[in-house]
Protein backbone atom coordinates (compact mmCIF):
# COMPACT_ATOMS: atom_id res chain seq x y z
CA UNK A 1 0.00 0.00 0.00
CA UNK A 2 1.24 3.50 -0.70
CA UNK A 3 0.38 6.62 0.67
CA UNK A 4 -0.69 9.74 -1.02
CA UNK A 5 -0.31 13.42 0.76
CA UNK A 6 -1.92 16.81 -1.00
CA UNK A 7 -0.34 19.34 1.08
CA UNK A 8 -0.25 23.13 -0.04
CA UNK A 9 0.98 24.62 3.88
CA UNK A 10 3.89 23.50 5.58
CA UNK A 11 4.62 19.88 6.43
CA UNK A 12 6.55 16.61 7.12
CA UNK A 13 6.00 12.92 7.39
CA UNK A 14 7.74 9.90 6.96
CA UNK A 15 6.11 6.45 6.16
CA UNK A 16 7.18 3.04 7.44
CA UNK A 17 9.46 -0.14 6.45
CA UNK A 18 13.07 -0.65 6.57
CA UNK A 19 13.97 -1.35 3.18
CA UNK A 20 12.83 -0.34 -0.51
CA UNK A 21 11.05 -3.07 -2.91
CA UNK A 22 12.37 -3.32 -6.20
CA UNK A 23 11.30 -0.22 -8.70
CA UNK A 24 10.32 1.75 -5.88
CA UNK A 25 8.99 5.17 -7.12
CA UNK A 26 8.33 8.36 -5.76
CA UNK A 27 6.06 11.06 -7.32
CA UNK A 28 5.61 14.43 -7.03
CA UNK A 29 2.42 16.01 -9.01
CA UNK A 30 2.64 19.85 -9.12
CA UNK A 31 -0.67 22.04 -9.02
CA UNK A 32 -1.59 25.09 -8.41
CA UNK A 33 -3.49 24.57 -5.49
CA UNK A 34 -0.30 22.29 -4.02
CA UNK A 35 1.78 19.17 -4.67
CA UNK A 36 0.69 15.91 -4.38
CA UNK A 37 3.73 14.12 -3.05
CA UNK A 38 3.43 9.91 -2.97
CA UNK A 39 6.69 7.88 -0.90
CA UNK A 40 6.08 4.20 -1.20
CA UNK A 41 5.50 2.69 2.51
CA UNK A 42 8.21 0.20 2.01
CA UNK A 43 10.55 3.52 2.28
CA UNK A 44 9.57 4.34 5.81
CA UNK A 45 12.33 6.50 7.41
CA UNK A 46 14.22 6.08 4.28
CA UNK A 47 13.08 8.91 2.29
CA UNK A 48 10.69 11.59 4.02
CA UNK A 49 9.33 15.12 2.51
CA UNK A 50 8.78 19.00 3.46
CA UNK A 51 6.61 20.65 1.63
CA UNK A 52 6.07 24.21 1.55
CA UNK A 53 3.44 25.77 -0.68
CA UNK A 54 5.02 23.65 -4.23
CA UNK A 55 8.46 23.77 -2.77
CA UNK A 56 9.32 20.46 -2.03
CA UNK A 57 12.26 18.94 -0.35
CA UNK A 58 12.73 14.91 -0.40
CA UNK A 59 15.10 13.59 2.23
CA UNK A 60 16.83 10.53 1.74
CA UNK A 61 18.76 8.24 4.03
CA UNK A 62 19.64 5.47 1.63
CA UNK A 63 23.74 4.62 0.69
CA UNK A 64 22.83 1.49 -0.90
CA UNK A 65 19.75 1.53 -3.03
CA UNK A 66 18.80 3.86 -5.86
CA UNK A 67 15.41 5.10 -5.84
CA UNK A 68 13.73 6.56 -8.59
CA UNK A 69 11.97 10.34 -8.60
CA UNK A 70 9.03 11.05 -11.23
CA UNK A 71 8.20 14.43 -11.34
CA UNK A 72 5.02 16.17 -13.36
CA UNK A 73 2.64 18.53 -13.27
CA UNK A 74 2.79 22.72 -13.40
CA UNK A 75 3.65 25.51 -10.95
CA UNK A 76 4.86 29.24 -11.18
CA UNK A 77 6.08 29.30 -8.08
CA UNK A 78 7.89 25.94 -6.98
CA UNK A 79 11.08 23.70 -6.68
CA UNK A 80 12.35 20.34 -5.80
CA UNK A 81 15.15 19.63 -3.49
CA UNK A 82 16.57 16.22 -2.68
CA UNK A 83 19.30 15.96 -0.56
CA UNK A 84 20.81 12.16 0.66
CA UNK A 85 24.34 10.61 0.20
CA UNK A 86 23.14 7.67 -3.30
CA UNK A 87 23.03 7.96 -6.56
CA UNK A 88 19.54 8.64 -8.02
CA UNK A 89 16.63 8.33 -10.89
CA UNK A 90 15.16 11.65 -11.77
CA UNK A 91 12.26 11.02 -14.40
CA UNK A 92 11.05 14.33 -16.08
CA UNK A 93 7.27 12.83 -16.61
CA UNK A 94 5.92 15.93 -18.11
CA UNK A 95 6.70 18.54 -15.55
CA UNK A 96 6.83 22.42 -15.16
CA UNK A 97 8.52 24.24 -12.45
CA UNK A 98 8.98 28.11 -12.44
CA UNK A 99 11.14 29.02 -9.26
CA UNK A 100 10.53 32.48 -7.47
CA UNK A 101 12.96 31.05 -4.30
CA UNK A 102 16.08 29.71 -5.69
CA UNK A 103 16.58 26.67 -7.94
CA UNK A 104 13.88 24.95 -10.23
CA UNK A 105 15.52 21.68 -9.41
CA UNK A 106 18.40 20.93 -6.76
CA UNK A 107 20.00 17.10 -6.44
CA UNK A 108 22.56 17.60 -3.27
CA UNK A 109 23.45 13.94 -3.42
CA UNK A 110 27.33 14.55 -4.76
CA UNK A 111 26.72 11.58 -6.84
CA UNK A 112 25.49 10.05 -10.52
CA UNK A 113 21.91 11.44 -11.29
CA UNK A 114 20.39 9.26 -14.24
CA UNK A 115 18.30 12.58 -15.71
CA UNK A 116 15.37 10.51 -17.62
CA UNK A 117 13.66 12.77 -20.02
CA UNK A 118 10.53 10.56 -20.54
CA UNK A 119 10.20 10.09 -25.01
CA UNK A 120 6.82 11.95 -25.66
CA UNK A 121 6.83 14.97 -22.84
CA UNK A 122 7.82 18.25 -22.58
CA UNK A 123 9.63 19.42 -19.30
CA UNK A 124 9.99 23.06 -18.53
CA UNK A 125 12.79 24.63 -16.10
CA UNK A 126 13.41 28.11 -14.83
CA UNK A 127 14.74 30.23 -12.02
CA UNK A 128 13.96 33.91 -10.35
CA UNK A 129 15.83 36.31 -11.43
CA UNK A 130 17.28 36.90 -7.98
CA UNK A 131 18.81 34.54 -5.14
CA UNK A 132 21.44 32.59 -4.31
CA UNK A 133 21.16 29.83 -6.71
CA UNK A 134 23.83 28.73 -9.03
CA UNK A 135 21.27 27.22 -11.86
CA UNK A 136 18.20 26.85 -12.35
CA UNK A 137 18.65 22.97 -12.61
CA UNK A 138 21.78 22.30 -10.54
CA UNK A 139 23.55 19.02 -9.28
CA UNK A 140 26.05 18.99 -6.52
CA UNK A 141 27.18 15.31 -8.17
CA UNK A 142 26.92 14.33 -11.76
CA UNK A 143 24.05 14.18 -13.74
CA UNK A 144 23.32 11.42 -16.71
CA UNK A 145 20.88 13.02 -19.22
CA UNK A 146 18.97 10.46 -21.24
CA UNK A 147 15.74 9.55 -23.07
CA UNK A 148 13.73 10.74 -26.15
CA UNK A 149 11.86 13.51 -24.26
CA UNK A 150 12.45 17.39 -24.56
CA UNK A 151 13.74 19.25 -21.73
CA UNK A 152 13.49 23.22 -21.43
CA UNK A 153 15.33 25.50 -19.37
CA UNK A 154 16.16 29.13 -18.90
CA UNK A 155 18.84 30.42 -15.96
CA UNK A 156 17.79 33.80 -15.04
CA UNK A 157 19.65 34.38 -12.21
CA UNK A 158 23.68 32.29 -12.99
CA UNK A 159 23.40 29.42 -15.40
CA UNK A 160 20.70 27.12 -16.90
CA UNK A 161 22.39 23.83 -15.94
CA UNK A 162 24.71 23.43 -13.75
CA UNK A 163 26.93 20.19 -12.50
CA UNK A 164 30.03 20.52 -9.84
CA UNK A 165 31.89 17.25 -11.24
CA UNK A 166 30.93 15.88 -14.81
CA UNK A 167 28.32 16.34 -17.05
CA UNK A 168 27.19 13.37 -19.72
CA UNK A 169 24.33 13.67 -22.60
CA UNK A 170 23.73 10.14 -23.37
CA UNK A 171 22.98 8.90 -27.01
CA UNK A 172 19.48 8.40 -26.01
CA UNK A 173 18.93 11.44 -25.18
CA UNK A 174 15.83 14.02 -27.04
CA UNK A 175 16.10 17.68 -26.96
CA UNK A 176 17.55 19.91 -24.50
CA UNK A 177 17.19 23.63 -25.25
CA UNK A 178 18.76 26.36 -23.28
CA UNK A 179 16.36 29.10 -23.93
CA UNK A 180 18.76 31.46 -22.04
CA UNK A 181 20.68 31.85 -19.13
CA UNK A 182 22.62 34.97 -17.51
CA UNK A 183 25.80 33.21 -17.29
CA UNK A 184 26.83 29.89 -18.91
CA UNK A 185 24.19 27.63 -21.03
CA UNK A 186 25.22 24.64 -18.76
CA UNK A 187 27.92 24.90 -16.92
CA UNK A 188 30.06 21.86 -15.00
CA UNK A 189 33.82 21.33 -13.38
CA UNK A 190 35.13 20.98 -10.00
CA UNK A 191 38.39 22.09 -9.85
CA UNK A 192 40.50 19.28 -9.43
CA UNK A 193 43.57 18.52 -12.04
CA UNK A 194 43.99 15.40 -13.35
CA UNK A 195 40.70 14.03 -12.12
CA UNK A 196 38.49 11.64 -14.35
CA UNK A 197 35.44 13.59 -12.77
CA UNK A 198 35.25 16.47 -14.22
CA UNK A 199 34.21 17.09 -17.65
CA UNK A 200 31.41 17.77 -20.02
CA UNK A 201 30.74 14.73 -22.52
CA UNK A 202 28.37 14.21 -25.08
CA UNK A 203 27.09 11.02 -26.90
CA UNK A 204 24.03 11.68 -28.92
CA UNK A 205 20.69 13.77 -28.57
CA UNK A 206 20.27 17.37 -29.72
CA UNK A 207 21.94 20.57 -27.44
CA UNK A 208 20.20 23.69 -28.36
CA UNK A 209 21.29 26.53 -26.27
CA UNK A 210 20.39 30.10 -27.05
CA UNK A 211 21.51 33.72 -25.27
CA UNK A 212 23.96 32.17 -23.11
CA UNK A 213 25.19 35.50 -21.67
CA UNK A 214 29.09 33.86 -20.79
CA UNK A 215 29.72 30.45 -22.43
CA UNK A 216 27.16 28.23 -24.24
CA UNK A 217 28.68 25.07 -22.93
CA UNK A 218 31.99 25.57 -20.34
CA UNK A 219 33.95 22.40 -18.57
CA UNK A 220 35.55 24.58 -15.95
CA UNK A 221 38.26 24.27 -13.32
CA UNK A 222 40.80 22.05 -15.53
CA UNK A 223 37.57 20.19 -17.08
CA UNK A 224 37.68 18.31 -20.55
CA UNK A 225 35.18 18.24 -23.54
CA UNK A 226 34.21 14.61 -25.32
CA UNK A 227 32.19 15.40 -28.18
CA UNK A 228 31.57 11.41 -29.29
CA UNK A 229 27.71 12.05 -31.13
CA UNK A 230 24.87 14.35 -31.08
CA UNK A 231 24.06 18.11 -32.28
CA UNK A 232 25.11 21.05 -30.31
CA UNK A 233 23.38 24.36 -32.23
CA UNK A 234 25.07 27.25 -29.82
CA UNK A 235 24.29 30.98 -30.46
CA UNK A 236 25.66 33.10 -27.83
CA UNK A 237 25.66 37.06 -27.63
CA UNK A 238 27.68 38.35 -25.37
CA UNK A 239 31.78 39.61 -25.13
CA UNK A 240 34.52 37.91 -24.36
CA UNK A 241 32.42 34.44 -24.31
CA UNK A 242 32.70 31.09 -26.16
CA UNK A 243 30.43 28.72 -27.99
CA UNK A 244 31.84 26.19 -25.91
CA UNK A 245 34.65 26.62 -23.54
CA UNK A 246 36.99 23.81 -22.34
CA UNK A 247 39.83 24.14 -19.60
CA UNK A 248 41.79 21.07 -20.50
CA UNK A 249 41.68 18.49 -22.98
CA UNK A 250 38.81 19.31 -25.68
CA UNK A 251 38.56 15.95 -27.52
CA UNK A 252 36.03 15.79 -30.92
CA UNK A 253 35.34 11.90 -32.44
CA UNK A 254 31.80 12.56 -33.65
CA UNK A 255 28.94 15.04 -33.84
CA UNK A 256 28.04 18.06 -34.89
CA UNK A 257 29.07 21.88 -33.63
CA UNK A 258 27.01 25.02 -35.35
CA UNK A 259 28.45 27.63 -32.96
CA UNK A 260 27.64 31.46 -33.82
CA UNK A 261 29.60 34.14 -31.64
CA UNK A 262 28.50 37.55 -31.86
CA UNK A 263 30.24 39.35 -29.41
CA UNK A 264 33.71 40.90 -29.28
CA UNK A 265 37.07 39.71 -27.94
CA UNK A 266 34.87 35.61 -28.33
CA UNK A 267 35.35 32.79 -29.23
CA UNK A 268 33.61 29.93 -30.89
CA UNK A 269 35.84 27.11 -29.48
CA UNK A 270 37.71 27.98 -26.25
CA UNK A 271 40.72 25.59 -25.12
CA UNK A 272 42.89 26.67 -22.35
CA UNK A 273 45.08 23.39 -23.03
CA UNK A 274 44.88 20.77 -25.96
CA UNK A 275 42.55 20.24 -28.41
CA UNK A 276 42.08 16.79 -30.74
CA UNK A 277 39.76 17.06 -33.48
CA UNK A 278 39.29 13.26 -34.68
CA UNK A 279 36.02 12.93 -36.74
CA UNK A 280 32.39 14.64 -36.71
CA UNK A 281 31.95 18.08 -38.16
CA UNK A 282 32.33 21.77 -36.82
CA UNK A 283 30.55 24.97 -38.27
CA UNK A 284 31.57 28.10 -36.43
CA UNK A 285 30.19 31.97 -37.73
CA UNK A 286 31.92 34.61 -35.46
CA UNK A 287 31.16 38.33 -36.08
CA UNK A 288 32.64 40.28 -33.11
CA UNK A 289 35.73 42.40 -33.25
CA UNK A 290 38.80 40.63 -31.85
CA UNK A 291 36.88 37.17 -32.21
CA UNK A 292 38.27 33.68 -33.12
CA UNK A 293 36.75 30.73 -34.74
CA UNK A 294 38.77 28.28 -32.30
CA UNK A 295 41.56 29.18 -29.92
CA UNK A 296 43.97 27.07 -28.05
CA UNK A 297 45.28 28.98 -25.07
CA UNK A 298 48.65 28.21 -23.05
CA UNK A 299 47.27 29.69 -19.54
CA UNK A 300 48.82 30.61 -16.27
CA UNK A 301 47.18 29.56 -13.12
CA UNK A 302 45.87 31.92 -10.50
CA UNK A 303 44.45 31.54 -7.05
CA UNK A 304 41.32 32.54 -8.48
CA UNK A 305 41.25 30.84 -11.83
CA UNK A 306 43.02 27.53 -12.08
CA UNK A 307 43.56 25.80 -14.72
CA UNK A 308 46.16 23.21 -16.74
CA UNK A 309 49.36 24.87 -17.94
CA UNK A 310 51.40 24.55 -21.01
CA UNK A 311 48.68 24.20 -23.40
CA UNK A 312 47.99 26.01 -26.69
CA UNK A 313 48.25 23.30 -29.17
CA UNK A 314 45.75 22.27 -31.56
CA UNK A 315 45.48 18.88 -33.71
CA UNK A 316 43.28 18.49 -36.80
CA UNK A 317 42.68 14.58 -37.54
CA UNK A 318 39.51 14.53 -39.39
CA UNK A 319 36.90 16.58 -37.75
CA UNK A 320 35.59 18.73 -41.09
CA UNK A 321 35.75 22.17 -40.27
CA UNK A 322 34.38 25.27 -41.80
CA UNK A 323 35.04 28.42 -40.49
CA UNK A 324 33.15 31.94 -40.90
CA UNK A 325 35.20 34.98 -39.79
CA UNK A 326 33.84 38.76 -40.43
CA UNK A 327 34.86 40.85 -38.25
CA UNK A 328 37.66 43.91 -37.37
CA UNK A 329 40.55 43.83 -34.73
CA UNK A 330 39.16 44.67 -31.52
CA UNK A 331 41.03 47.74 -30.04
CA UNK A 332 40.72 48.12 -25.80
CA UNK A 333 39.20 51.59 -25.17
CA UNK A 334 41.03 51.29 -21.72
CA UNK A 335 44.22 49.63 -22.46
CA UNK A 336 44.85 50.37 -26.24
CA UNK A 337 45.69 46.76 -26.28
CA UNK A 338 44.46 45.26 -30.17
CA UNK A 339 43.44 41.50 -30.49
CA UNK A 340 43.42 40.39 -33.84
CA UNK A 341 40.31 38.11 -35.53
CA UNK A 342 41.30 34.90 -36.71
CA UNK A 343 39.70 31.38 -38.11
CA UNK A 344 42.14 29.36 -36.27
CA UNK A 345 44.80 30.51 -33.69
CA UNK A 346 46.99 28.36 -31.04
CA UNK A 347 49.35 29.74 -28.79
CA UNK A 348 51.82 27.17 -29.38
CA UNK A 349 52.15 24.19 -32.08
CA UNK A 350 48.86 23.32 -34.38
CA UNK A 351 49.24 19.95 -36.20
CA UNK A 352 47.53 19.14 -39.26
CA UNK A 353 46.71 14.93 -39.72
CA UNK A 354 43.56 14.92 -41.57
CA UNK A 355 40.53 16.58 -42.70
CA UNK A 356 39.47 19.34 -44.92
CA UNK A 357 39.67 23.12 -43.08
CA UNK A 358 37.82 25.38 -44.95
CA UNK A 359 37.73 29.36 -43.61
CA UNK A 360 36.00 32.31 -45.10
CA UNK A 361 37.94 35.41 -43.17
CA UNK A 362 36.30 38.58 -44.17
CA UNK A 363 37.45 41.98 -42.28
CA UNK A 364 41.02 42.61 -40.47
CA UNK A 365 43.45 40.97 -43.24
CA UNK A 366 45.23 38.70 -40.71
CA UNK A 367 46.53 35.89 -40.67
CA UNK A 368 43.33 33.51 -40.40
CA UNK A 369 44.95 30.47 -39.46
CA UNK A 370 47.96 31.30 -37.17
CA UNK A 371 50.00 29.96 -34.62
CA UNK A 372 52.66 31.58 -32.05
CA UNK A 373 54.86 28.69 -32.75
CA UNK A 374 54.53 26.48 -35.13
CA UNK A 375 52.60 24.51 -38.06
CA UNK A 376 53.37 20.84 -38.66
CA UNK A 377 51.72 18.71 -41.33
CA UNK A 378 51.95 14.96 -40.98
CA UNK A 379 50.47 12.43 -42.97
CA UNK A 380 48.57 14.02 -46.11
CA UNK A 381 47.63 17.05 -43.87
CA UNK A 382 43.78 17.22 -44.84
CA UNK A 383 43.60 20.73 -47.08
CA UNK A 384 43.31 23.65 -45.89
CA UNK A 385 41.33 26.44 -47.83
CA UNK A 386 41.24 30.42 -47.24
CA UNK A 387 38.97 32.80 -49.15
CA UNK A 388 39.94 36.31 -47.31
CA UNK A 389 38.53 39.85 -48.39
CA UNK A 390 38.76 43.14 -46.53
CA UNK A 391 35.10 43.73 -46.51
CA UNK A 392 33.35 42.31 -43.25
CA UNK A 393 30.23 39.51 -45.06
CA UNK A 394 28.51 36.97 -43.90
CA UNK A 395 25.62 35.25 -45.78
CA UNK A 396 23.49 34.49 -42.67
CA UNK A 397 22.56 38.56 -42.55
CA UNK A 398 20.14 38.10 -45.75
CA UNK A 399 17.28 36.91 -46.86
CA UNK A 400 17.67 36.44 -50.48
CA UNK A 401 20.36 35.81 -53.15
CA UNK A 402 21.09 35.95 -56.69
CA UNK A 403 24.15 33.87 -58.54
CA UNK A 404 26.57 35.58 -60.87
CA UNK A 405 29.95 34.48 -62.62
CA UNK A 406 33.18 36.81 -62.60
CA UNK A 407 35.96 37.40 -64.77
CA UNK A 408 38.98 39.74 -63.65
CA UNK A 409 41.21 41.32 -66.11
CA UNK A 410 44.22 43.62 -64.74
CA UNK A 411 45.74 45.78 -67.46
CA UNK A 412 43.70 44.11 -70.06
CA UNK A 413 45.16 40.76 -69.09
CA UNK A 414 42.59 37.91 -67.85
CA UNK A 415 43.42 36.73 -64.42
CA UNK A 416 43.10 33.18 -64.26
CA UNK A 417 43.42 32.64 -60.63
CA UNK A 418 41.74 34.78 -58.00
CA UNK A 419 44.17 33.82 -55.19
CA UNK A 420 45.88 36.90 -55.23
CA UNK A 421 42.64 38.93 -55.72
CA UNK A 422 39.36 39.45 -54.08
CA UNK A 423 35.89 40.89 -55.70
CA UNK A 424 33.33 42.16 -53.53
CA UNK A 425 29.88 43.11 -54.89
CA UNK A 426 28.01 46.56 -53.19
CA UNK A 427 24.92 47.73 -52.66
CA UNK A 428 25.98 51.41 -52.13
CA UNK A 429 28.49 50.76 -49.25
CA UNK A 430 27.11 47.76 -48.23
CA UNK A 431 28.97 44.46 -49.47
CA UNK A 432 26.50 41.57 -50.67
CA UNK A 433 28.91 39.37 -51.61
CA UNK A 434 32.36 38.04 -51.95
CA UNK A 435 33.89 35.85 -55.20
CA UNK A 436 34.97 32.40 -54.54
CA UNK A 437 37.27 31.78 -57.60
CA UNK A 438 34.81 33.22 -60.16
CA UNK A 439 32.04 31.85 -58.50
CA UNK A 440 30.07 34.96 -56.85
CA UNK A 441 26.86 34.80 -54.90
CA UNK A 442 24.92 38.20 -54.43
CA UNK A 443 22.50 38.74 -51.70
CA UNK A 444 20.13 41.11 -50.37
CA UNK A 445 17.27 41.38 -48.19
CA UNK A 446 14.42 42.83 -51.30
CA UNK A 447 13.91 40.75 -53.65
CA UNK A 448 14.78 42.95 -56.84
CA UNK A 449 16.07 46.35 -58.78
CA UNK A 450 18.99 47.14 -56.24
CA UNK A 451 21.77 48.29 -58.46
CA UNK A 452 25.07 46.11 -57.93
CA UNK A 453 28.39 47.53 -58.14
CA UNK A 454 31.66 45.72 -57.68
CA UNK A 455 35.34 46.24 -55.76
CA UNK A 456 38.31 44.47 -56.37
CA UNK A 457 41.50 44.08 -53.96
CA UNK A 458 44.66 43.54 -54.20
CA UNK A 459 45.70 40.87 -51.68
CA UNK A 460 49.19 40.96 -52.06
CA UNK A 461 49.99 44.81 -51.58
CA UNK A 462 46.40 45.08 -49.29
CA UNK A 463 45.46 47.28 -51.95
CA UNK A 464 42.30 48.37 -53.74
CA UNK A 465 42.29 48.22 -57.46
CA UNK A 466 40.42 50.78 -59.83
CA UNK A 467 37.65 49.25 -61.29
CA UNK A 468 37.64 50.73 -65.05
CA UNK A 469 34.69 48.96 -66.69
CA UNK A 470 32.37 46.08 -66.22
CA UNK A 471 30.99 44.36 -69.04
CA UNK A 472 26.98 44.84 -68.07
CA UNK A 473 25.07 46.46 -65.50
CA UNK A 474 23.71 44.52 -62.89
CA UNK A 475 20.21 44.59 -60.83
CA UNK A 476 19.57 42.15 -58.13
CA UNK A 477 16.60 39.88 -59.28
CA UNK A 478 16.22 37.34 -55.89
CA UNK A 479 16.77 33.46 -57.57
CA UNK A 480 17.92 34.81 -60.89
CA UNK A 481 21.49 34.17 -62.66
CA UNK A 482 23.87 36.90 -64.12
CA UNK A 483 26.59 35.47 -66.48
CA UNK A 484 27.65 32.09 -66.36
CA UNK A 485 30.51 29.97 -66.73
CA UNK A 486 30.88 30.48 -70.42
CA UNK A 487 29.80 34.26 -70.27
CA UNK A 488 30.87 35.35 -67.51
CA UNK A 489 30.60 39.50 -65.90
CA UNK A 490 34.16 41.01 -67.48
CA UNK A 491 35.72 42.75 -64.80
CA UNK A 492 38.17 45.72 -66.12
CA UNK A 493 41.01 46.97 -63.30
CA UNK A 494 43.72 49.10 -63.25
CA UNK A 495 47.05 48.71 -61.65
CA UNK A 496 49.61 51.52 -62.34
CA UNK A 497 53.12 51.49 -62.24
CA UNK A 498 55.32 51.29 -59.53
CA UNK A 499 56.38 54.95 -58.79
CA UNK A 500 52.95 56.69 -60.61
CA UNK A 501 52.04 58.50 -57.56
CA UNK A 502 49.87 60.86 -59.25
CA UNK A 503 48.14 58.09 -61.73
CA UNK A 504 48.85 59.73 -64.87
CA UNK A 505 50.50 56.31 -66.53
CA UNK A 506 53.49 57.71 -66.37
CA UNK A 507 56.88 58.22 -64.17
CA UNK A 508 58.61 61.75 -63.66
CA UNK A 509 59.12 64.78 -61.73
CA UNK A 510 55.51 65.47 -60.86
CA UNK A 511 55.26 61.95 -59.08
CA UNK A 512 58.01 63.06 -56.62
CA UNK A 513 56.20 65.99 -55.95
CA UNK A 514 52.66 64.20 -55.56
CA UNK A 515 54.74 61.45 -52.96
CA UNK A 516 56.34 64.22 -50.76
CA UNK A 517 52.77 66.04 -50.48
CA UNK A 518 51.11 62.78 -49.86
CA UNK A 519 53.81 62.01 -47.28
CA UNK A 520 53.17 65.07 -45.30
CA UNK A 521 49.64 63.47 -45.19
CA UNK A 522 49.84 60.06 -44.58
CA UNK A 523 52.99 58.76 -44.22
CA UNK A 524 51.99 55.26 -44.05
CA UNK A 525 50.34 55.30 -47.35
CA UNK A 526 51.59 51.50 -48.70
CA UNK A 527 51.60 53.49 -52.12
CA UNK A 528 54.38 55.25 -51.64
CA UNK A 529 56.47 52.13 -50.76
CA UNK A 530 58.35 52.77 -53.73
CA UNK A 531 61.06 50.12 -52.52
CA UNK A 532 58.77 47.47 -51.57
CA UNK A 533 60.34 47.41 -48.33
CA UNK A 534 57.17 47.06 -46.05
CA UNK A 535 57.05 50.58 -44.81
CA UNK A 536 57.10 53.72 -45.96
CA UNK A 537 60.68 55.75 -45.34
CA UNK A 538 62.57 58.48 -46.67
CA UNK A 539 64.32 56.06 -48.77
CA UNK A 540 61.72 55.58 -50.71
CA UNK A 541 61.53 58.47 -51.96
CA UNK A 542 65.43 58.09 -52.75
CA UNK A 543 64.24 55.14 -55.05
CA UNK A 544 61.65 56.99 -56.72
CA UNK A 545 63.93 60.13 -57.70
CA UNK A 546 66.30 56.78 -59.16
CA UNK A 547 63.58 55.20 -61.41
CA UNK A 548 63.04 58.58 -62.82
CA UNK A 549 66.50 59.31 -63.75
CA UNK A 550 67.04 55.68 -65.12
CA UNK A 551 64.06 56.11 -67.63
Known sequence: ?????????????????????????????????????????????????????????????????????????????????????????????????TSQRGAAIDIETGKRVAVVLQEGTVNTLSDCSLGPQKAAMYFSGHPEFEGAGTLNVTGNTKHAISAKEELQIKATTGTINVLGAVSDGIHCGRGRIANTHNYFQMDGGIVNINNAMSDAI???????????????????????????????????????LNIVVSGNDAEGIRINYDAQLIGGGIVVNVSGNGSKGIKSKNKTASSTSPTVLNGGTLTFGGTECLFYVHCDNFTDETTGEVTKSRAVSADKEITRKAGNIDIFSYGALNNPFHSDSTTVVEGDGGTLTIHMAPWKFYYGDFQHDMTTYVELHVNETPVPQLSDYAIGAFMGDVCVGV????????????????????????????????????????????????????????????????????GDNQIDIADATAWTNTYKINPKELRLDIDNSGTVTRDDIKALVSIILTQ
Open 1 to 97: MKKKLCVPLFAMFALSTVHAAEGDVITVTYAESGPTVVIPESLNGIVMSTVNGNHVVLQSTTTTEEYVYSLSGKTTDGSLTITGAYKLTLELNGVDI
Open 218 to 256: DSDDYGCMIINGGIINANVPGNEGAGLKCDSIFTMKGGT
Open 435 to 502: AVDNYLRIYSNSLENSKVSFRVFDLTTEQPVPVVSVSRDVSFQAGSTAGDATNPIIINCSISLVGDIN
